[in-house]
């Protein structure tokens, strides 16, 4: 069925492509070669043309007016060229990157990634002068992945700062960077970032191989760079981490995984992980160890309940009221009474209105958003109770579920649990606990036989090593952890050795 | 064609089965507890007190609960359910029953075919008290209300309470079950009875033999002993004796004791005569409650009381033993005992006739740690 949809058409590009340009070869008529790259670009009224005379020559720079930053152009290019005596350009144009080319579509190519292009009467070459304009925003932090303590740095929209941020923390000549570039019609570059002798080169060798497949005409985020690479796109989890922290990517590399970075967008994509990945945050080693081991439990707890409140609850109150303590039992019952719905009907009201709540007050701007808040707090909160539509305690199983699927560090997992719960409150609307059981079941097996990269998803709990347990429901003191883990099976395991040798040497 | 029919085979069993097998929890009438008669004509009298919510307004409001008591008879337990079932709208639901109030002329019979569905059906409360009363259980059900508290919540504190003063023991659905079958132990229940137009009263222990109650009760002055006996003395055991029956002043006759630590040695032995000796020794840490007649400063008053209290509480014991093997009551376990170590003493014996002829012989030991923060 899936043959359907993935019919290869290499051989028959559309025209609209960047592979499509015709290969011409510059001719020694710089007219002729001004008047073929303008057809190239469709005329495009952003591309400039200046005339102007350097050392007896004519030439002509070309540039498109969007990419090009004026002033250096100014400064190291054209005035350069006006004032010496002999115009050769290799000697006299002081750009860090001047390259020559002999074939005219290389030129547009050159032209649309912002170099400025220089011809010269009678010459059949081009000159391709590198000076793009950028204007990156400034560095924040990101709002989704905030910290209490710690770096307060995040990702911006460009590739090089990026890159900049992460070599900063990790100063390494073993640090090393492939590029590629991917998306047929969009040209997205992509860095590749890994610790050389330290990550398994099979798995780096293993991305390279699945983004060189991507033959896509668009990549715009990591999202898509994700889709096209990931081992099971029909798991409900995610199994790339999508962060947007410099210090997260750096803590990730130093344990021998590998970082995707997309020009353009702040969030990388590390591989390979495990689901534990998705719980962990620098705040918890930024803090106490025993502290960080608390947040860690909570948030361990946090997923149990995401998953199982609501299925638990409906469970209860449609099958199993006995396991209830009897003086619970008649405050439930009172809440029930006058409810016409079925369980599970009034488990999925709350939770669509829950996800309709969060979903608009994503999209409104902020200053709106906060009436969202009242809207949902007091007129949904209170009302639906009001006019029995909804009972109390259902009220409080959607809100703790909703709190509990919010505490997870990376929002695509707190989504993707909250949303596991549907089939959880299906299956326990229909057979109570052994539903439950049945759907936990099966998520456990797909859990366990999930691979991301090869290194299995689920690890360390499957399979069991006891060992890198130290970093996932609780965290150990830094200096018991001196091994890393070997879910990305790192070529060294040693991290850390005898940090607090100095004890020893007192006694 | 194979995986459409099959995933449709699996949705249509989604959609299709389950659900049925719902007991929602609002359309179930909650039972908190019921009473078991029989009728002149011999069939079970059921009477059960529903719990019903009484919403103060629409939505808002504390709700009230308010008991409604429906009675049905039938030749079984789950007939009499049957007819309630008729006359109550929506599901009867015995699963939280809290308390089983057994009426005294059906605990004389055998109790075993009333708890006979409690044991077989998987949802039934084994948690619940069970109680025997004086006269009919349904005259305690149908009282509604004692003061504010509703009958069954009344009766569930009123055991517990007992049960943490040693009055009682503290046995459930669950914890009888199996000294319903086991002949060498016997069991005894909490006894209460209707004193007035609006009150109920922990009046001691019904003693039962076998399956049965033996119409032999054990009053509360006696039954902290038989607890105590047991080794089931609870957090507190507090007992008012009379040790100087000379003085005049009649608070000064009595002193009141409460008993901090106890340990029992049981010891049965067969002699050569196949003659059956059980040896309970006593050992109680005794604190002074209260002694109005206070000479508790002389060490030669503590030695005279410690005596004192030693005699009494061993003819004490004495006493409930007799009561035992006058009801036939084996609630020590002699008799597992026996089985356990002599089983060539009872084989071929009937143990029922054996019983009240063993020959107890109890000593309590007192030992006085505390006379309160006076001397």
Partial sequence: MWGLFSKKNQNNRPSYQVQSLPAIEVSNNMNQNISLIQELLHHTEDLKVKVFQSGQKECSLLYLDSMVDHETMESKVINPLLQSPDGNPLTVINVTELEIVHLLNKAVLGLIEGNAILLREHDSLIYLIMCPFSSPRSIKEPISEQVIRGSHEGFIEDLNTNIFLVRKQIKNPNLTVQYMTIGESTKTKVAILHIENLANEEIVKEVKKRISYIHSDYIQAPGHLEEFIEDNPFSPFPQLLNTERPDRVASQLMDGRVAVLVDGSPSVLVMPVSFFSFYQTPDDYNTRWYIGSFFRFLRFISFIITISLPAVYIAVVSFHYEIIPIDLLFSLKSSLEYVPFPPIIEAMMMQVTLELLREASIRLPSPIAQTIGVVGGLVIGTAVVEANLVSNTMIIVVAVTAISSFVVPVSEMGTSVRLLGFPLMIASATFGFIGISFVFMVILIHLCKLETFGSPYFAPFAPLRIRDLQDTIVRLPLWLMNKRSREPKPKKLQKEYDSRGWKKDEE | ?375
Wanted: hydrophobic share 35%; proline share 3%; aromatic share 6%.
């Fill in chain 2, 1 to 375: 064609m194979k995986k459409r029919s099959s995933f449709s085979c699996l949705l249509l069993s989604l959609i299709l089965t389950g659900c049925w097998d719902q007991q929602l929890l609002k359309d179930s009438r909650l039972v908190y507890g019921s009473s078991f008669d029989v009728t002149k004509e011999g069939e079970i009298e059921t009477t059960s007190a529903i719990r019903v919510i009484q919403l103060g307004s629409k939505g808002g409001g504390q709700p009230v609960a308010v008991n409604e008591i429906i009675s049905g008879t039938g030749n079984t337990l789950r007939e009499s359910r049957l007819e309630i079932d008729r006359i109550l709208s929506g599901e009867y639901s015995p699963n939280k029953t809290r308390v089983f109030v057994l009426g005294e002329e059906l605990a004389k019979k055998d109790i075993y075919p009333i708890f006979d569905i409690l044991y077989r059906d998987p949802r039934s409360s084994l948690g619940s008290k069970v109680v025997v009363v004086k006269g009919k259980g349904s005259e305690i059900i149908k009282m509604n209300q004692i003061g504010q508290t509703l009958i069954s919540e009344d009766i569930v504190e009123l055991v517990k309470d007992a049960e943490k003063y040693t009055l009682v023991p503290n046995e459930t659905v669950q914890s009888i079950c199996t000294l319903m079958f086991d002949p060498g132990k016997d069991f005894y229940l909490p006894y209460i009875e209707k004193t007035g137009e609006k009150s109920i009263k922990v009046m001691g222990v019904a003693l039962f033999n076998e399956q049965q109650y033996t119409g032999k009760t054990l009053s509360v002055k006696d039954s902290p002993m038989l607890l105590l006996l047991h080794d089931r003395k609870a957090k507190l055991t507090r007992l008012t004796l009379m040790v100087n029956p000379e003085e005049e002043n009649r608070i000064k006759k009595y002193i009141t004791i409460d008993i901090a630590g106890n340990k029992r040695d049981l010891k049965v032995s067969v002699d050569n005569k196949n003659k059956i000796h059980v040896n309970i020794d006593l050992h109680l840490k005794v604190n002074i409650l209260e002694y109005a007649k206070n000479e508790l400063s002389q060490p030669k008053e503590i030695e005279k009381l410690t005596k004192k209290l030693a005699e009494i509480l061993t003819s004490k014991s004495t006493y409930v033993i007799d009561q035992l093997q006058d009801a036939n009551c084996d609630a020590l376990g002699i008799g597992r005992e026996l089985m356990a170590y002599y089983p060539e003493s009872i084989k071929g014996e009937n143990w029922e006739k054996m019983y009240p002829m063993i020959d107890f012989q109890t000593n309590v030991y007192v030992d006085i740690i505390g006379t309160g923060i006076i001397k």
